[in-house]
T-cell receptor, first 114, second 112 residues
Framework: DSGVTQTPKHLITATGQRVTLRCSPRSGDLSVYWYQQSLDQGLQFLIQYYNGEERAKGNILERFSAQQFPDLHSELNLSSLELGDSALYFC?????????????FGPGTRLLVL | DAKTTQPPSMDCAEGRAANLPCNHS???????VYWYRQIHSQGPQYIIHGLKNNETNEMASLIITEDRKSSTLILPHATLRDTAVYYC?????????????FGSGTRLSIRP
């Protein structure tokens, strides 16, 4: 158990809909990262937040957005969903910003768009 | 961040040492070598990391060559639960972004 929790575990929805994925980092961790894993793209970095502020962006679509709240939990919002958004979405956390800090991953949310 | 090259798949007998190679010939002096693994759609799990010295923890050992152009992850006594995809990742110490760039990894199968 990494100490990172994600809800829900599974999500099934239809095209065009909007969903919110939630992540609670390990106690004391200020950085939260979101990654997407699809069959054809592998594990890809989406976005990072540190202490409530956006720090880095990867290949995140404009239909996707995220935020980190004062209690440090984070939410990833996916809107106007398409079939291709079906994937595993992982959240990871680390203590701060240093690159050499270990990122601990949550169990993921499996999203299926029908 | 430097690119890494790993064999797509390997297998190992249960109880034997599993040695997973990684080539990172373009690594620079401020880049760490990290290893993560992913067991069947679970979240990636941190294993070990190192800069230039060999490292050992309760999970594995990391052997980095003197020129740092390659490394080997060693699972000393592989069990069936070690079946997973293993990712070798190189990360710059002073990068402006601390994201992890995952490659394709090595799919390790442990046979009984």
């Amino acid at each position: 158990d990494s100490g990172v929790t994600q809800t829900p575990k599974h999500l099934i929805t239809a095209t065009g809909q909007r969903v919110t994925l939630r992540c609670s980092p390990r106690s004391g961790d200020l950085s939260v990262y979101w990654y997407q894993q699809s069959l054809d793209q592998g594990l890809q970095f989406l976005i990072q937040y540190y202490n409530g502020e956006e720090r880095a962006k990867g290949n995140i679509l404009e239909r996707f957005s995220a935020q980190q709240f004062p209690d440090l939990h984070s939410e990833l919002n996916l809107s106007s969903l398409e079939l291709g958004d079906s994937a595993l979405y992982f959240c990871a956390s680390s203590t701060g910003l240093a690159v050499q800090e270990t990122q601990y991953f949550g169990p993921g949310t499996r999203l299926l768009v029908l | 961040d430097a690119k890494t090259t790993q064999p797509p798949s390997m297998d190992c007998a249960e109880g034997r040492a599993a040695n997973l190679p990684c080539n990172h010939s373009t690594i620079s002096g401020n880049e760490y070598v990290y290893w993560y693994r992913q067991i069947h759609s679970q979240g990636p799990q941190y294993i070990i990391h190192g800069l230039k010295n060999n490292e050992t923890n309760e999970m594995a050992s990391l052997i980095i060559t003197e020129d740092r152009k390659s490394s080997t992850l060693i699972l000393p006594h592989a069990t069936l639960r070690d079946t997973a995809v293993y990712y070798c990742i190189v990360r710059a110490l002073y990068s402006s972004a601390s994201k992890i760039i995952f490659g394709s990894g090595t799919r390790l199968s442990i046979r009984p």
